[in-house]
């Protein structure tokens, strides 16, 4: 009989073979004795003990253990980054109002007072530990804004109307508006402030009309110009006097110089975008040159120039003819006039003319084989030809302009 039983003491399989029930032997895990039973037992021993099998709780047990570990040391690594970010922020405070300190005895009080703006904010997130503190650096806060104000007041009125500052005198008023502790001296600030405009603006005037008067006709509108950008700011009862008073003196600008520049007109084959965005400029620089007040786009008083004396105007003509050596490719012919005219008669006039320059200088090599062996137009080779035209009539008309004759002075009315 080839089968195996189950110990009855340790429950391990024991194999037999070729023995007979009723035998002995020995089993070879327990080394016990054993009596071959008639039959097996069981086939299978389904409860067969575990050995050497771990308690359920004690891997529990670990498990308790390892989340505790963990948890400590997740707590300990949150309080170790909280005493770095807290070290951290006590050193930042510390050295901004060491630098506050030291900006203040340098007579920097502007920059001392950022310093400490910047350690309050860090002061006031850091928690309770700076509540006393905080109180302290507040009434130093205070101090150092107002003698900052006043220091800035003093240097903006000593500084009178050669070095008037409009930009840096509306700073100081925004400034004052906006910071409590500069409430005291608010009063002050504005006071000093109608004081030294009311200065500028009769500095203006002044200047204005000595540019006027010696024929720098471009000066006195740039002071013109300059009261207009200081009119706002007056109190409203004087704005209209200001505004009045400048205007008669734009007034007498215009009317002996002003000069009103007409778009260009004409033929064009590309266009007069280019003419107004390259050679306008040129053409209110001369004319500046030569004593003339071209209006100007950007000024309060450009609807003044409807009374302008003179009027310019541009017409151009641009025309494709002729050949380029022997290629098919076109020659540009522009011809200008450019017209200086007052009440309806023309004072000065030029009529320059030009063709595209043959042959081009420095025509690339790829494009001049191109030419030569080609035998159908080329518009990179046209274009080159339309832009050498263009480069001398701009030549032309600045020559031209250069020989323009100056605007005549009106002469002073004698007295009785």
């Known amino acids: 009989m080839d089968r195996s039983f189950a110990c009855?003491?340790?429950?391990?399989?024991?194999?037999?073979?070729?023995?007979?029930?009723?035998?002995?032997?020995?089993?070879?895990?327990?080394?016990?004795?054993?009596?071959?039973?008639?039959?097996?037992?069981?086939?299978?021993?389904?409860?067969?003990?575990r050995r050497f099998a771990r308690p359920k709780w004690l891997l529990w047990a670990w498990g308790g253990v390892a989340i505790g570990a963990v948890a400590i040391l997740a707590a300990g690594t949150v309080r170790f980054i909280r005493l770095q970010y807290h070290s951290a922020q006590d050193r930042s405070i510390n050295q901004l109002i060491e630098s506050s300190r030291d900006h203040e005895g340098l007579g920097r009080l502007d920059q001392a007072l950022i310093d400490l703006d910047a350690a309050l904010e860090l002061a006031r997130k850091a928690g309770a530990g700076y509540l006393a503190k905080v109180d302290d650096w507040q009434k130093k806060r205070s101090d150092l804004a107002r003698r900052d104000g006043e220091t800035v007041l003093d240097r903006l009125h000593r500084a009178g109307p050669t070095s008037f500052s409009l930009g840096n005198w509306l700073n100081l008023i925004a400034r004052a508006k906006r910071d409590p502790d500069l409430s005291p001296i608010s009063t002050q600030i504005n006071e000093q402030f109608q004081l030294a405009l009311n200065q500028e603006?009769?500095?203006?005037?002044?200047?204005?009309?000595?540019?006027?008067?010696?024929g720098e006709v471009v000066s006195s509108?740039?002071?013109?110009?300059?009261?207009?950008?200081?009119?706002r700011h007056l109190p409203p009862e004087k704005q209209l006097s200001v505004r009045s008073e400048a205007e008669s003196v734009v007034s007498m600008l215009v009317s002996a110089h002003g000069v009103t520049l007409v778009q260009p007109r004409g033929?064009?084959?590309?266009?007069?975008?280019?003419?107004?965005?390259?050679?306008?400029?040129?053409?209110?620089?001369?004319?500046?040159?030569?004593?003339?007040?071209?209006c100007r786009e950007t000024s309060p008083w450009r609807h003044q120039w409807i009374h302008a004396l003179y009027q310019l105007d541009l017409e151009i003509s641009e025309s494709l003819e002729g050949t380029y050596l022997s290629s098919p490719n076109r020659l540009t012919r522009i011809e200008a006039r450019l017209t200086l005219m007052s009440h309806g008669q023309t004072k000065w006039r030029t009529t320059p003319t030009v063709t595209s320059t043959v042959p081009l200088p420095k025509l690339p090599a790829y494009l001049s084989t191109r030419v030569e062996i080609s035998q159908e137009r080329s518009q990179d080779v046209e274009k080159l030809l339309y832009d050498s035209a263009r480069g001398q009539i701009h030549e032309k008309l600045a020559y031209a302009l250069s020989n323009m004759p100056s605007c005549p002075r009106p002469q002073a009315s004698s007295g009785p």
């Open 8 to 49: 009855p003491e340790c429950g391990s399989s024991v194999a037999i073979k070729g023995l007979a029930p009723g035998r002995q032997v020995r089993c070879g895990f327990c080394d016990r004795l054993l009596e071959v039973p008639f039959l097996p037992r069981a086939p299978i021993a389904p409860w067969k003990r």
């Open 201 to 214: 603006v009769e500095f203006d005037f002044a200047a204005a009309r000595r540019a006027l008067e010696s």
């Open 221 to 231: 509108f740039i002071y013109c110009d300059r009261i207009a950008g200081l009119i």
């Open 267 to 294: 033929h064009f084959l590309f266009g007069p975008q280019t003419y107004v965005s390259e050679l306008v400029p040129v053409l209110v620089k001369a004319l500046e040159a030569k004593g003339y007040l071209p």
